[in-house]
């Protein structure tokens, strides 16, 4: 069961163009979503994350959109550069629980120059 | 001065050996974690510590077994390698309350 989807799998987006990747879970018990950054050869990074008490979390050209009824989260990227190119991964967890880290299938991303 | 360090950062080996992966972390993180990654690139936890403690075992065989000497040392030690073990390995810890995992490098195990 896979408790964490993550859609598509594959982008590409021209440079200066919107990036979206979107992810749904099934726990409603998680209350914390992060998503992740990894570039080949590396770990994965994270880049942003949110709390379900809020709908929008933005961090320079990243922004988070949570819709908590639907039970889905989004990662906007907007201005998107060459730089960016990587798979994003979304995740959820339970705080204060011990509870895993729990993955999505990730997003390859390319954004061409 | 990285936070969370493992290494090797690659390991071949053969088929039937015994090989370990070790890791640090300087946050001061209570838990530490080993993930694994496949050539699909998913990332599927296999076990977490916290505070020397085992906390979570996703039904990994028992030729997996991590240690964790204290709460910034968390080693995982392989037995008899098999070509299905072939992943990258990554360790993480966490500050439960606050939440951010932190990630190392990785470990690329390839069994041959």
């Known amino acids: 069961q896979q408790q964490v989807k993550q859609s598509p799998q594959s982008l590409i987006v021209q440079k200066g163009g919107i990036s979206i990747i979107n992810c749904a879970y099934e726990n409603t018990a998680f209350d914390y979503f992060p998503w992740y950054q990894q570039f080949p050869g590396k770990g994965p990074a994270l880049l942003i994350a949110?709390?379900?008490?809020?709908s929008e979390k933005k961090e320079g050209r990243f922004t988070i959109s949570f819709n908590k009824s639907a039970k889905q989260f989004s990662l906007h990227i907007m201005d998107s550069q060459p730089g960016d190119s990587a798979t994003y991964f979304c995740?959820?967890?339970?705080?204060?629980?011990?509870?895993?880290?729990?993955f999505g299938k990730g997003t390859l991303l390319t954004v061409n120059p | 001065d990285t936070a969370v360090s493992q290494t090797p950062k690659y390991l071949v080996t053969q088929m039937g050996n015994d090989k370990s992966i070790k890791c640090e972390q300087n946050?001061?993180?209570?838990?530490m974690y080993w993930y694994k990654q496949d050539s699909k690139k998913f990332l599927k936890i296999m076990f977490s510590?916290?505070?020397?403690?085992?906390?979570i075992n996703e039904t990994v065989p028992n030729r997996f077994s991590p240690k964790s000497p204290d709460k910034a040392h968390l080693n995982l030690h392989i037995n008899s390698l098999e070509l299905g073990d072939s992943a990258v390995y990554f360790c993480a810890s966490s500050q439960e309350i606050a939440g951010g995992w932190y990630f190392g490098a990785g470990t690329r195990l390839s069994v041959l």
């Open positions: 510590y916290n505070n020397k403690e085992l906390i």
């Open positions: 946050l001061g993180h209570d838990t």
């Open positions: 949110i709390r379900p008490d809020v």
């Open positions: 995740a959820a967890s339970i705080l204060g629980s011990n509870y895993k880290l729990t």
